[in-house]
């Protein structure tokens, strides 16, 4: 067990829709890190958020967006949804005191909420 | 971002050692390598990550070559639940510190 707590673990939704995914990131982490997972894409980086900022931005589509609130934990919001969007999704969390693992930190993965659109 | 390349699948005996290499010839002077693994669409977990010295820890060791452009994620006795696909990664220093996955290598480890 990570320590990093994703919700939900399945959902299942249709095209046009909009979800919320939850991430509560390990106990005294600043840094949160979303990552989709696709068959054909592998493990993708999103965003990352610290301390309630956005610190990084991957290949995040326009349609996701997410954020940090003051207690820390993060929720990923993916709207207008197309099949494509179907993936895994996995949080991650890394400790204060850097920016992550470019300062030799280490970022600890959530078991992923599992996101199917039909 | 320090390019990694890694085999794409390798074999391994039940309780041998799986030597998994990595080259990461573009790395930077202030750039960890790190290792994770993923389990079967599980989570991506944390084995060790290293600079320039070698590491080991309760799960493997890592060797890294003196001029960083290759390292070797060593796990001693390899078992049935050591089977996945083994990401080496390098993290920029000052991008975030996002972690960028390549494609990694299939390890089967088979009794």
């Known amino acids: 067990d990570s320590g990093v707590t994703q919700t939900p673990k399945h959902l299942i939704t249709a095209t046009g829709q909009r979800v919320t995914l939850r991430c509560s990131p390990r106990?005294?982490?600043?840094?949160v890190y979303w990552y989709q997972q696709s068959l054909d894409q592998g493990l993708q980086f999103l965003i990352q958020?610290?301390?309630?900022?956005?610190?990084a931005k991957g290949n995040i589509l326009e349609r996701f967006s997410a954020q940090q609130f003051p207690d820390l934990h993060s929720e990923l919001n993916l709207s207008s949804l197309e099949l494509g969007d179907s993936a895994l999704y996995f949080c991650?969390?890394?400790?204060?005191?850097?920016?992550?693992?470019?300062?030799?930190?280490?970022?600890?993965f959530g078991e992923g909420s599992w996101l199917t659109v039909v | 971002d320090a390019k990694t390349t890694q085999p794409p699948s390798m074999d391994c005996a039940e309780g041998r050692a799986a030597n998994l290499p990595c080259n990461h010839s573009?790395?930077?002077?202030?750039?960890?390598v790190y290792w994770y693994r993923q389990i079967h669409s599980q989570g991506p977990q944390y084995i060790i990550h290293?600079?320039?010295n070698n590491e080991t820890n309760e799960m493997a060791s890592l060797i890294i070559t003196e001029d960083r452009k290759s390292s070797t994620l060593i796990l001693p006795h390899a078992t049935l639940r050591d089977t996945a696909v083994y990401y080496c990664?390098?993290?920029?220093?000052?991008?975030?510190?996002?972690?960028?996955f390549g494609q990694g290598t299939e390890l089967s480890v088979k009794p």
């Open positions: 991650a969390s890394s400790p204060p005191g850097g920016q992550g693992p470019g300062s030799g930190n280490t970022i600890y």
């Open positions: 106990s005294g982490d600043l840094s």
């Open positions: 958020y610290y301390n309630g900022e956005e610190r």
């Open positions: 573009t790395i930077s002077g202030n750039e960890y």
């Open positions: 290293g600079l320039k």
């Open positions: 990664i390098g993290s920029p220093y000052n991008q975030g510190g996002k972690l960028i």
